[in-house]
């Protein structure tokens, strides 16, 4: 069998981290992907909100550079995930990420709109990690 995703999209709120009792860094976040579809003749807007996980090295940078609005390249397998609550069965997808790429959007500064020298970087860019990690 084949599981494999790669999405592209930009974070619906900032990342959650936080920490396995074996000390590993858990980020969760979710993004929206967003996508045409014909209705009718027409081209309309659809999105779709979906979960993502990731572990070790790569969760501690997409907690500490990511947040809400960034656009983020992920690569993974789908996982679904249950749990009872209440007496409840209720079940959920989420991508388990092995790579998250930082996509930077470029915007004009004011001074390279007039022509002069671009103005630095307003971020450092993050680190290009790629990792295997789960620790469960």
């Given at each position: 069998m084949f599981n494999k995703?790669?999405?592209?999209?930009?974070?619906?709120?900032?990342?959650?981290?936080r920490y396995t009792p074996q000390g590993t860094a858990v980020a969760s976040f979710r993004i929206a992907v967003n996508s045409k579809i014909k209705q009718h003749g027409e081209l309309k807007?659809?999105?779709l909100f979906i979960g993502v996980v990731v572990f070790g090295k790569q969760a501690e940078s997409a907690g500490q550079y990511l947040s809400k609005g960034k656009s983020v390249l992920v690569e993974g397998r789908l996982?679904?995930?249950?749990w009872e609550k209440d007496?409840?069965?209720?079940?959920?997808?989420?991508?388990?990420?092995?790579?998250?790429r930082f996509l930077s959007r470029k915007t004009p500064s004011s001074s390279e709109e007039a022509g002069g020298e671009s103005a630095?970087?307003?971020?450092?860019?993050?680190?290009e990690e790629t990792t295997d990690l789960e620790p469960f």
């Open positions: 995703i790669i999405l592209i999209g930009n974070l619906t709120k900032d990342p959650e981290l807007d659809d999105v996982q679904e995930r249950s007496g409840q069965k209720h079940s959920k997808m989420e991508v388990v990420a092995s790579s998250v630095p970087p307003e971020d450092i860019a993050p680190p």
